[in-house]
Structures are given as structure tokens and as C-alpha cells.
């Protein structure tokens, strides 16, 4: 087999190194040898690399190390320290630039040097067999396109030390018959003249030399240079010697390879040598070394040669590793984009980056010392300036007219001598006017008048070595300069890599020094956070340090990537958010978890104290920062609990490990749990991650459930025990009984390639446990959802085999509970109270119980956890980092200014910073820590907004069109979903007793209360006066048991259906007279959205048109059609309850004639409507009383703040400015805003506030404008896949197709949620992604453009490279063939491509095979 040059000297390098590092351009640029070794770490070019791997070396470990060239040079200083080490350095000559070589001459390390795949293997063999006797040598080579056969590893690594190179190049001699010495001497043995080349020029010039009688001396052994060696070469007849470099630069310098041939000079000339001429080539090749080779021997023959000639070819700059490493800056020089953005906000013009890349002889990576030398370059000119200025106001020397210059001047002088500047351009404007000599002689300085913020930028790499990095300087200088040091190393990588915590923390070292303000900042994590930093860093008059964290593994990662590595670092505490000001010695901390040097440092300044007495809710998290304490903490109590169980039991032992996502696995093992305990059995349930792998080797019957996650991956609690099962490799399990049940899905994977993934985990588990010779208590289970009973089919036959295996078999299962379901749960929950008021009082944890995570939904509230960090915290031992979504019921969407900044207040006070709207046309607050919940909701009632119904089994918010072009029509159907709400709104008075009752620590005045115990609708105070003169909570519509499911009220105006009323259980079409009059509405019902992925009993459902009823009766109606469900809607199964399956199992025909019978009157026929669209449509339009509306983009509703586009401090700015002038807000069922009634006076104020945060800008591609996803990750638990994340990222890959098919401007219907629940309406998309696992989607196409038509399935679980092969040619058939005005969904239909979906019923049939 033959190699390249790179695998070659890789093949040596693994045969003798123990320890190998390897250095690369980029994250995302490997060097080429990386791709055949197995590096120990890896380190970047940048980041001074030797400086740290020279800290990890050893006496004992041969050692490699594959450096740059640059990286090389960047780390000279440490090379003395390696020269007694077992190392040897790989130098990979990218570009044949050899002067790197003769520029270490005096490095004290040997040289060698291999210019062919063969000789590198070669040359590095011998490099080891030296290093071996503990010396470090440098191996430089130049790259060769030639291959050579790799020598067999048990060939080699036999190979002992030597202590001369001499020795060395024998024993690969005897290991390759090739001979190598330390010169090599090629060409006539009557040679007169002799070409000494360093470098691969050698190669070239062979043949001509040769031709013209001259030799060429290949360098192999560069130093210490042997002038002997050399002698020992030449022919005997050689008088001259023409020494060669190759280089790269065109320089008519001495040579200082050349210096090495005066050391023994004398030797040379008892040889015979008359005359050295120096000489240097850049490129050589076969074109033009015969001209090289004569011009050479013609001048060496002058009487007096000419010395230092250049002679070659120009390298080429356009190298393919230049150009992906160019690529590579460019991308990560984007990345960190983003607090260069927020710095230009705070400063613009004011802003100084005195080492940005535009800098004279600097790029962004420089080091501090030469901004630090710019800014008192600038600090020198500016003392000259204000001399000039002083000199020039006593001569008053200007020209007539200048009182107002000289008064402007003197009022410059004042303000300079303070640290600022006044009016600098009118007194450059009056300077240019003047003309004068001393007028002119200002203007030489006018740059300095200016008083700028001055900031210094660079890289983790100064976190080094602080001393040399000039970090210190700046901190010691005291002057007003601020440094930014961006930090991109991932905290996966910091805790991988032991090298990286050679790093220092710059902030602790700043603030032990003293006299600095430091900030540590990361704008993926608080955005507002950075802006604070910036502004306060550019106010204190000293040195600042704010250290910016933006880890990415690869130049090429989008910002989600660094989203998710930014939060794990901030929450584990590895990345503190904080800010320090000196002179108070103020510590704020941003974060809530700190690590043990930070502790250390505020314990010792009793900040820690302090702090916890601020912010009482950190004191947990300070507390429990150290991972490991509470980890074996946790430990502790689980062992003591187990112990505890195992005493009091009798029976043979039997335990039951579980890995479940669903929660199916996990109430299966707890069911098997409690009939083996029936059974006498010492029965103990837990996850299978709380199992240790040394428990687990002394149990004596083992049990495994496990669900499938993911492609096939074990879920969430399961995956670290298996992760150790698999890499156990001495794990005695022959005494143990295990068997394992699976719970799969067989048709999950439709594809044939990925059939293999159905119950993946259990197979895999079952087979590794009989590989580690466990003994099979019974053969492995498997639970497959498509058997007649799902998986109870397999488990029934399975658990049967277990009982008879512990030979408990004939024993019954005894009185089993039942499982308790929701409606239980509704039922003791005493009208939706449960236990949450104790559950919020309790802070041992973040959460709340189950039953009353159900419960609470009924408040608007739902119990999440971030899943971007789970994986962490549990890893820690931590407890997920819970938190509490809150959804606001805002029937109509309509919200004042008031609210608006109420909201937007409470998601930066007690939420995450940013604010959700939602697919509902409502607001969501998300990331509400359980202390911070009662004050997030008594601060929505404080502006009369409540969240109560907001989810749960009830009537949900009421949603309307948001209708910017008619006023009139638009506050009568806000009427009616008002009326709507309220009539159907739960009359529980647990809502007001839980949230709102009585004065609160956090309310932001005593007032608060009165404005909701005051208030006519809402959330009920007062309970129900029954016969007998008791009050009680009553629910006439719900009852104790509300509804069996949750249901949706939306009313359209046609031509527009932006609230998509085919999706909801009731859908009112407005009907408008000429008058512009509501005359009442047309009913649908039984629309509804959420499946189970691949349960064929659910699907989902347009809503059937019921008939039309007058306006005045339209919310009696809907409570008809409700209390219809809620008598008949299906309680046992909760994936059949909703209104649709109740409809389709009544017939519709029954199912309206009850609705009428209880209505006690009949729909009347269905007035003619006709639907155009399901979109919104930006920009700004006037209604018929001249309000002004503008509709703006909000993608995927999420209100945040980022360097691009601080949408959220835009709309609190417009919301302060519609306070005071006027105006509303409305929110769209497409999660996108109207700002609303606007007046033509207040329009131009707007428009500005628009433009100046970005707001005004429609100008996407109609797919982006016309696109939706739900929230889903990092906190809907439910979620599979990414989706509001995810979506614009996977839009922008698909705009470029549509750009060039022509397409940009028509409008798709695009949607993706992260599940099959459908939250933003999937089903009825052109285009739908819904989420089947991480980074898999199943594709449905052919929806309806207005939302009139169920999409269907066409291709399931596929990556985004199939999404894009699938949908590209998709776009551009539909460009080419479409009818005029023919829409996507319609034309994959007329097409072929996909069949249509006629009803909810047939949403599964004629499917395409190949889906
Ligand atoms: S569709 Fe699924 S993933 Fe998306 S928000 Fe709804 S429940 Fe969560």
C-alpha cells in the first residue's frame, strides 16, 4: 500500500509516540497529518500552542508535536525548555518557504530535514531513535505530491535509542536499505562547483547542474551544522560553492544559511573552496531552473560574483489551505460580529478599536501591546493638541473673526483637561473657515479633538501567559483604555482538554490587581448584560476588562451551536456572568452559578455573604457550584435509601432499571416493580442511570426497560449507564441474572436503511449483557406500538417468563391500583387548586409535583426544564434547570403600550429576557424560575392581564384576525372573542386565592392588588352562594372534571384567515354586511391539529361546517358545542378526547343536532365567504377612520434583543412613545405584530422608531415571510426536534434555490414544529417539517395555501441534506410549471407528486411507498 507524504510521517509518529499534539490553522482547518493520528490534544495556531504543550511534556513519554511554521516561531521561547525531553517537532514547510529553518539556527535543537514522502518516513524514524536517548529534535518537510509504501508499526517501534544522528540514519538503513547522511552530494564526481541547497529547490536543479558539471548538496542535517560532513561530500575538485535558500521574500538580504558556512571557514579553505556565493530562490520548477542554473554559474564565474541574488518564480499566494484558512478568519471574524455590533451601537462613531484590522500593520489578533502603544501614541498628540490650543487662545493669533473660535477653544481646553471633549466638529468646521497659520497647524491634530473610546480587542490566547501577553501593561498603566478579550474555547473542549486549563482567568487577575473595571460577558447568554458592560466599562475612568465568552467549535458554527456551548458554560458555572466596579468595589453577579476561583476570590473580599443576602434565590446555586460535592451528596442519599429498602424486604431480590423519555418505560417498570412485590419479591425501581456498573456486578436479578429515543439512542436517563456498559471492559457480570424488555415503534422508521434503529437500545443492551457473559434470566422483550394492543402485547408474554424465571409464576398480581389519570387528578385538585401553594413554597427544588404540573396548566402555566443544559446538570448531579412557561390569556390579541411594557419588564426581571408570540396570538413569558412566578403573574394582572385558561382542558384563549385595514370590523369580532372568553372562562376562584390574594414581598407597589381585586371580569374572587347559604367554587359549563381535552376558539374575517379556522375546535367565519356590520358568523367545529407520530388513530382535522348563527348568539354556540364535547368527548384515552374524534365517532349530522337541541335553536344555512390566504401581510396600511397600522416581522415570534436586531428594546421604545401619543398592539395567529392606530400625526415619530431598531424591514423572501415554527427546543418538553431555532436556518440554505428559479417573491406556506402536537399548524402547510428526532424530520407537502387543506406525509425522518435534495427541485419544477397563480401545495397535487388529503379521516391513506 502506498501513502502520501503526511500518512508517512504519521505512520512513524505513531510507532514511538506515547503523547501526541497536534497544532491546526483553525478550529475548522485540520493540518493534513491530523487525519492519521489519533491526537492526545489539539491545539490553534493561534493560541501560542508550544507555550502550553512544552508545560505537558515528560521525561519518560516520547512525545510528537506537529506544529506550523508560525506556530513554530510564535513559541521560540519555550523551545530551550524541551531540548532535554523525548520530543520530536513536525514541521510541515506549507509553502516551501525554508528561511523559517536557517532562522532557528540558533535554537540549540537539531535540524533535519525530508523533502519526499519517502525520506519523511525515513528521516523521522531516525528523529525518534534520537529523541529516545532524551533529546528534542525538529523535523521540518517539504511537501511532496509523491507516495512511498508505510513501513509495518512492529518494524519500527523496536527501534532502541541511538545517541548520534549518525547511528540513526544507519538503523534505517538497516530497516530500508536507503542511506542517508547529514549532507547528500548528487552530480559528477569531477565537479569544480558544488549547489548548496536548503530547500526543495534542490530537486529542480539537479539535472541542469549535472548537465553543466556542476553538483547539488542536499541539506539533510541542518544543525548543528558539520562543516566536516559537508567536506566529507564534496568531490575533490569542487572550488566553488554556491550556497541556495528558498524563501519567499524578495530581499536582497545577507543569507543566514550563509553565516554557517564562515564557522569553519578556514576548513573550506584547506579543502580548496575559493569562492561562496550566496544566492536565494523563490519558486523553482522545470520551466525555469536550466535559466536558474546558468545565471547562477555565470555569475559565480565573474571575477567578482554578485552576491544576495533573488532569482525564481513568485510563489503564488492562491495556496488551497490559504484560501480555506482565509475562509476560516472570515467566518470566525463573523462570528464575533456580534459584540463588535453592540460596541458601534453604544459608541458609533465614538468607538476606537485601536487594533482593528485596518490598523497600520495589525489585524485583530494583535497583541495588546499595540493598541496599548496606539493609545498613547493618541495620548501624546492629544497633550500636543492642547498645548497648540492653549498657546493659540493667548496669541489669539486666528484670523479677524474669531471670538466664537477662541471661546470654543477655551471651553475645549476645560473639558479635554476632564477626560472629555465639547463641540470638536464646529471647531473644526470654524478651524477650516479661519485660515490662518495657527488655524492650520490645529487642523494637523484635528483627529484628537475628539475624545473616543478607545477599546483593544483580542483573543483567549492572551489568557496564556499575562505577563508577556501585555495584559498586564494595560492593567498596570491605569489609563482610561478598555480591552475586549473574546473567548472561543467551548466548555466541552476546556473539560476534555487538561491543556486549556493552563489558561488563566484574566478577570480574577484584574481584580486581585486592582483599579480595573472587568466584565465577563456572553451575548448568547444576556444580551442586555454586554450592553451594560460595554457602557459601564466606557464610564470608568481607568483600565477596563470585559472578557466575552462566544465558544465555537468550528469557524463554521451558527450561532444556535454557540447558543447551546454559551448556555452549558454559564449555567455549570464555568462561564460566571458578572460585572465589577472598582472604586465601589461593587461585584454583580449575572449569573447564577459561580466557580470555586471566583467563590474563592469573593469569599476572601465577603462578597459571597453579602451576595447571598442580596439575591437570597443564588444562595442555592452558589452553594451548590461544585458539581462533585453534590453529585456524592446525591449519592449518599440514594445509597442510604436503597440500603433502608433492601433491609425491610424479604423476598429474592429483583431490580428493575428503567430509560424512559415518554414515561411508558418508567410506569412499566414501576408497575412490574409493585406485582413483584405482590409476589414477595425485594423489588427496587430506578433509572438505569442511578445503577452503578459495581452494583450492578454483585446484584443478583436484573431487569432492564428501555424505550427508543431518538435514531435508535437510549433515552435521556439511560444513556450514561450505558455509555459505561459499553467501553466496561472487565466487568464481570457471570454471576448476575438480567433479561430486557424494549418498547419500540415498528414502523417508526419506514425507510428499509433505517429499520435497524426500531428498539435499537433494548437489542443493543441485551446483546452487550450476554457478550459480557451475564446469565438470561429471559430472552429479550420487545414491545412494538403497532401490535393489536401496542406494546402490551409483548410485555404481557415477556413479564410471564420473568415471574416463572424467579419461580413466583402462580402467583396472582394482587390488587394492583389503578393508574391515576388526569381526570382523577382534575377530580381531587379541588377546582384546580392541588397542592401548588405548597409546591411554590417548597425550595429544596425548581419544581412542582406532577399532578400539579397538570393542574397549573389550567393557570397558564407549564413546568419546563432547558433541555440545552440537561445533559450537563444531570451530569453534574444537578436537578434539570426547571423553569415555567406562562401564557397570558388575551382574547382579541389586542395589548395597550401599559401591557406591552409590563411584559416586556417581566421577561427581563423574572424571565429569560426575551418574550414568545405566540401561534395563538398571545404573549408566553418563558424561563420564570419557581420564586419568580407569583410576581410574574400578579405583574400581568397589574396591567389586567391574566393567564387563567390559558392552557389546560378548557376553553383556551380566544384568537381573532388581526384586521389592520378595517377598525370597524375589527372591534366587533374583538368583541365577540371577549365575550367568548369571558362567558366560557372557569368560575374556580383557586386562580385569585393562589396568584393574586393578599399583598406580595414582590409587588412593585402596595397598589398593586387593588387593580385586579377590583376588576369586573377575569379570574373569579368571590365563590358561589349555594342553597344552604354556602359558597363554594362552581363551574357551570366545566364541572369538577372540566373538559376531556383542551378546546380553541378563532374567528376570521374573510378574505383573511391568519388565525387558520379550519385548525381550531370552533372556527367563526365572520360575516359582514355592506354596512361593514357582523351580522353573526359561519360555524365550523372539530378542527384540531395534534397526532402521535405514526398512531393511525389520530389525525388531523379541518373543522365541518356547522351553519351560520347571528352574531348575538355566537357564545352561546360555542358553549353548547362545548358542554356537546365535555359530555361526550372520550376520558379514558386522552389521544382521542379532542372535539374532532368526538365529531367523527358521533357523525357530524348527530353531533349538530345536539348541539341544537341544547341550543334550543338551528343553524341557520351557511352564508357564502371566500378565504384568499392564511399570511399577514407587512408594511403599513390606513382603515377607514385613517389609523395607521404596520404590521412588522417578528420571525418565529420571539421577541429578543440581539447584535443584529434589538427588536425588544425597539418595542419598548415605540410602546413609551404609543403611551403617551396612542396607539395599540396586536398580535397575529402567524406570531407576528401590528402596531396599531397609529395617527398620521404620530406616524413620522414611529417610522423612526422603526427604522432605528429594524423594525421596518419586510424585505425577506416571501417563504421567510410567509414561514412559522413552534417553539420546541430548549424548553417545550415535548419537543423532538429544533424548530423556532432551527427553521430560519434551514431557510436561508433554501432562499439562494429560490432566488435563482425566480421565486423570491411567492409566497409558500412553510411550517415546522418540533413534534407531532402541531402547535404552529403544520398540518395545514404547502410545506411541512415536523420533528421525529434530533436533526430528523418528517417532510408533508400538498396543504392548502389559505388553510383549507391537510397536507400529507411524503418522505419520514430525513436530515436537512435530503430536505434540500427533495424540496430544490421541487421549487424549480414549480417555477417552470406551474399554472398562472397556481400555488405550491396545489401544483404538487396536479402534479402527482403528492396525493391530496380530502378529509382528517384520510389523512394517513395513499401515502407514497417511499415515504
Ligand atoms: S409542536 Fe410540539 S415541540 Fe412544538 S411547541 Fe408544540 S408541543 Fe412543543
Redesign the pocket.
Known sequence: MTASQSEAVANAISAFASKIYISQPAKSVNSKISAFLEPTATFQDSNDPLLVISDLISESDVTAISLSPQALIQGLPYLSSLKERPVVIHVELQDGNFSIVSALKDSGLPIVLSYTAQDSQDVAIAAYALAKSGKAILHFYSPSDDKTKLIAASRISSIGAVDTLEEAFKVVKALTWTSYSKFEYSGPSKAETAFVVLGGAGAYLAKPANAQGAGIIKVRSYQPFDTDSLISVLPKNVKKLLVLEQSHELSSNFQSFMLDFFRDFNKLIDFGIEIIVSSKLLKVSHENSKSIVETLLTNANLAKPVQNLTLGANFESDFEELKTLQQAKQSAVKLEDAYMKILNQVYGSNLNILNSEDSEGSDASTTPEFGYGKFLYAQDKRSQLEELVHNAISSTSFGVDSVELVELLTKWLVSSKSGSATQADSIIELLKKDGSETAAKLLELQEYFDVKSSWIVGSDSWSYDLGSSGVHNVLASGKNVNMLIIDSTPFSDVKANKAASRKKDVGLYAMNFGGCYVASVAVYSSYTQVLQAFIEAGKYDGPSIVLAYLPYKSEADDSLEVLKETKVAVDSGYWPLYRYQPTTSDFALDSTVIRRELEQFLERENKLTMLSAKNPEFSRNLKFSHADDVKSKQQNVARDAYSKLLESLTGAPLTIAFASDGGNAESLAKKLGRRGASRGLKTTVLPMDDLTLEDFAVEENVVFITSTSGQGEFPQNGKAFWDALKSAADLDLTTVKVSTFGLGDSLYWPRKEDKHYYNKPAKDLSARLSFLQAQELAPLGLGDDQDADGYSTGYDAWEALIWEALGVSGQGNGDEPPPITNEDMKIASNFLRGTIVQGLQDQSTGAISASDQQMTKFHGIYMQDDRDIRDERKASGLEPAYAFMARVRLPGGAATPKQWLKIDELADVRGNGTLKITTRATFQLHGLVKHNLKAAIRGMNSVLMDTLGACGDVNRNVMVSALPGNAKVHAQIAKSSYVISEHLLPQTTAYHEIWLEGADENDSSPKDSRVWENRPDGPKKTKTLVSGNALVDYEPFYGPTYLPRKFKVVITVPPYNDVDVYAHDVGLVAIVDENDIVTGYNVLAGGGMGTTHNNKKTYPRTGSMLGYAPIDQVHIVCEKIMLVQRDNGDRKNRKHARLKYTIDDMGQDVFKSKVEELWGQKFAEAKPFEIKSNIDYFGWVKDELNFNHFTCFIENGRVEDTADLPQKTGLRELAKYMDVNGGEFRLTGNQHLVISNITDEDITAVKEILYKYKLDNTNFSALRLSSGA???FPT?G??MAE?ERYLPVLISKIENALEEYGLRHDSVVMRM???P????RPWLAEVALV?KAYGAYNLLLGGGYHGQRLNKLFRSSIKEDEILAILKPLFKRWSLERHEGEHFGDFLIRAGVINPTTEGKYFHDDVPVEA
Open positions: 413552534c417553539v420546541a417545550c415535548l419537543a424548530s414544529t418540533g413534534c402536537n402541531g402547535c404552529a420533528g
